[in-house]
């Protein structure tokens, strides 16, 4: 475990040209797939992605929230977590799909949160 969250670590310090979203579901995925914490690794998981769409400026203020999505797509959101720990390339490849789909449905919900502040 150790040496791939030393890797996770050097991708996430800029050892990666991969667009942001790839980014961020790499980060998110490899977290829950290795467990490190014991408890609260979703939670760590979402965060260190929502950090890492932060940090690489495509959401610099952080105002997306695909949290949104996982909540209301849970078991996808499962299916899809459990299929990229496999490691198998349809496996990472339905995680990264998937992320990359809750990524713009929480754009929406923070577009549409704040057209529902400003009426």
């Known amino acids: 475990m ?9 991708l996430i310090a800029g050892g990666s040209d991969a667009p942001a979203p790839i980014l961020a579901a790499v980060v998110h995925g490899e977290l829950l797939a ?3 914490f014991g408890t609260a ?3 760590v ?3 260190a992605s929502r950090l890492t769409l932060i ?5 610099p203020k952080g105002l997306v ?5 996982y909540l209301r797509k849970r ?7 459990a299929a990229f720990a496999t490691g198998e390339l349809g496996g990472v490849q339905t995680w990264l799909l998937f992320c990359c789909s809750a990524i713009t449905d929480g754009a929406r919900e923070a577009s549409s949160i704040a057209d529902a502040a400003v009426s």
């Open 2 to 10: 150790a040496g791939r969250l030393d890797l996770l670590a050097g």
């Open 34 to 36: 290795l467990t490190p």
């Open 41 to 43: 690794d979703g939670v």
């Open 45 to 47: 998981a979402r965060a």
């Open 55 to 59: 940090s690489t400026g495509l959401d």
């Open 65 to 69: 929230v695909p949290e949104v999505a």
């Open 75 to 81: 078991n996808e959101y499962a299916n899809a977590a």
